[in-house]
């Protein structure tokens, strides 16, 4: 621990790159080892504010303060990294805290910013897909749905084993909203061989079972 706190007295230096590596290693064992995000997101601030390049920084700040229920914390620190860099991953990061704080029509704002700056972004049209099938009460908005859905199916093959998983779900609503139930629930099985803890199948799989 007195190691710890040595890192701890670093981090207090003025524009000295040793306390940007210092509030780096406390963040992470914050993180990691005594499970304080709140604590955590505090020191990668202090990272950011040395060093405003470090994108994995920036990333773990709005993680932190998400994992701490912290959705006002999140917006504002995304919003600050979009001043420092406008970039189609920074309007998304923007736009998951804006959704997480339910504010949907904000987040709808952000991911079609990212997509004008990078309209083959795989997470970027999955997720406009799914906001806009949060709202689709008119087959206007489904198609608008479908489109996306596409575009991320067409950019899938890196996608990992969750993206994946998210994207089955997604499609599996589609279906569902479009009163295609059976092709629906193959979709949510699907995305549970890819994740078989997401939660979104698990749900709608156990509201159609008697369909």
């Known amino acids: 621990m007195e190691a710890m706190k ?5 981090t207090s230096r003025e524009n000295d790159a040793s306390a940007t590596g210092a509030a780096e290693t406390v963040a992470y064992f914050q ?5 304080d995000p709140d604590a955590a997101a505090r020191n990668f601030h202090r990272v950011v504010t040395l060093d405003p390049q470090n994108e994995t920084a920036w990333d773990m700040l709005t993680i932190c303060w998400g994992m701490a229920d912290n959705d006002e914390q999140s917006i504002t620190v995304s919003k600050q990294r979009l001043k420092h860099k406008e970039s ?3 309007h998304f990061m ?5 959704e997480r704080s339910n504010q949907l029509e904000q987040a709808e704002e ?3 910013a990212a997509l004008k700056l990078e309209p083959h ?3 970027a049209n999955l997720s406009l897909a799914c906001l806009l099938l949060k709202r689709a009460d008119n087959s206007k908005l489904l198609a608008e749905a479908k489109r996306y859905l596409d575009n991320a199916q067409a950019q899938s093959e890196h996608s990992s084993p969750a993206e994946k998983s998210d994207y089955a779900a997604a499609r599996g609503l589609y279906f569902v909203l479009t009163g295609t139930t059976e092709e629906g629930k193959r979709q949510f099985q699907q995305s549970l061989k890819f994740d078989p803890e997401n939660d979104q199948a698990t749900r709608a799989l156990e509201i159609l079972k008697d369909d």
């Open 94 to 98: 923007l736009a998951k805290a804006y």
């Open 110 to 112: 952000e991911v079609r």
């Open 6 to 10: 040595r890192l701890e007295d670093m």
């Open 31 to 35: 993180l990691k080892i005594i499970h």
């Open 88 to 90: 189609p991953h920074n």
């Open 121 to 123: 972004d795989f997470l």
